[in-house]
């Protein structure tokens, strides 16, 4: 009897299913417990099914999956140079900085830093700069004479190797703190010695017909006033009078299209859950960033 008993209970057990496939859980979010992880969006309560290629019937988080596979390949290989001006990588600024670089190389970007304090670099323009013997020894002519060097493959290593990060880059981010109105001295240097004429524009090769006009800029600053204090009728004035000669004056002048200026207004004076909110802002901007349209760049934009 009890041989027929144990038989019929090994007849009665179910058979194994299948263990539940996890849900993957949303980034920085741990699942807890008796959570398998969560979904950047709620399911929908009837999946409904989409024929794909050649009548293969996708569900639906195929069919997210597919479509964030094709944004990440529109955005791989794209080429970002970053141009960093600030002593401290604990900065607001450095976090910035992080934050760009983590992101934008998670879309499948290459990024390059040039870390312009941490490199030492050079702001002063002199005659070190020009390799070999000068066009005019007799008065020297800064602008005259890289003209001529450049034509001749006579820079200054440093300036070939940055002239080559911007001639590589499809995107250029300037990040810095702003100072006395402008950017800081180390990256106005910068801008002196590598957008020499000849590689960044021509006489007859500026504004629109720039050397480098297939390329797109963005500024990136913080600042020490509160936002009221850079508006129309704030005591510094419009913010945009300041972006003129950044903007208009040296990447507009040498081609170059330009995004819509990424500005932290005092960072150092807000509280710590304004300073999350502000990064987490330019995480959200740079996940989109190559949607955006560049301004019109002209004097009706700064101002009107």
């Known amino acids: ?27 920085g979010v741990a699942p807890g417990p008796g959570q398998r992880g969560r979904r950047e969006e709620p399911l929908p309560v009837r999946p409904q099914m ?23 390949r529109t955005m791989a290989g794209k080429k970002v140079l970053i141009v960093y001006a600030h002593q401290e ?36 323009a002199t005659r070190n ?31 070939i190797e940055e002239q080559k990060k911007v001639q590589e880059a499809d995107l250029l ?3 810095f703190p702003l100072f006395w109105f402008s950017m800081p001295a180390i990256l106005k240097g910068w801008m002196d010695r ?26 990136s600053f913080t600042t020490g006033g509160p936002k009221e204090m850079y508006s129309n009728g704030g005591i510094g004035g419009d913010i945009r009078y300041v972006l003129w000669p950044m903007q208009h004056g040296i990447m507009h002048f040498c081609g170059v299209k330009v995004l819509e200026p990424h500005i932290c207004y005092a960072p150092e004076n807000v509280s710590e859950e304004k300073r999350k909110e502000m990064l987490t802002g330019w995480t959200q901007r740079l996940k989109t960033l190559w949607k955006e349209e560049p301004i019109n760049c002209s004097p009706e934009w700064y101002f009107k």
């Open 129 to 159: 700069d020009i390799v070999g013997c000068l066009h005019n020894s007799e008065a020297f002519n800064y602008g005259v004479e890289t003209w001529e060097a450049y034509k001749r493959g006579g820079l200054s290593k440093d300036l």
């Open 50 to 72: 989409c024929a794909g290629p050649r009548g293969a019937v996708l569900r639906p988080y195929q069919i997210l999956r597919r479509e964030a596979l094709q944004c990440s």
């Open 173 to 175: 981010i300037f990040q």
């Open 194 to 219: 590598v957008l020499v004429q000849g590689f960044a524009y021509d006489l007859s090769k500026c504004y629109d017909g720039g050397l480098l006009q297939d390329k797109l800029s963005l500024f």
């Open 1 to 27: 009897m009890k041989l027929i008993e144990t038989r019929y209970r090994q007849r009665k057990q179910p058979e194994p299913r299948a263990a539940p496939i996890p849900i993957p859980p949303r980034a």
């Open 89 to 124: 990588p604990k900065s607001f600024n450095g976090s910035l900085l992080k934050i760009a670089v983590e992101e934008l190389t998670k879309q499948g970007c290459s990024v390059t830093v040039s870390d312009l304090y941490a490199m030492q670099f050079e702001p002063r």
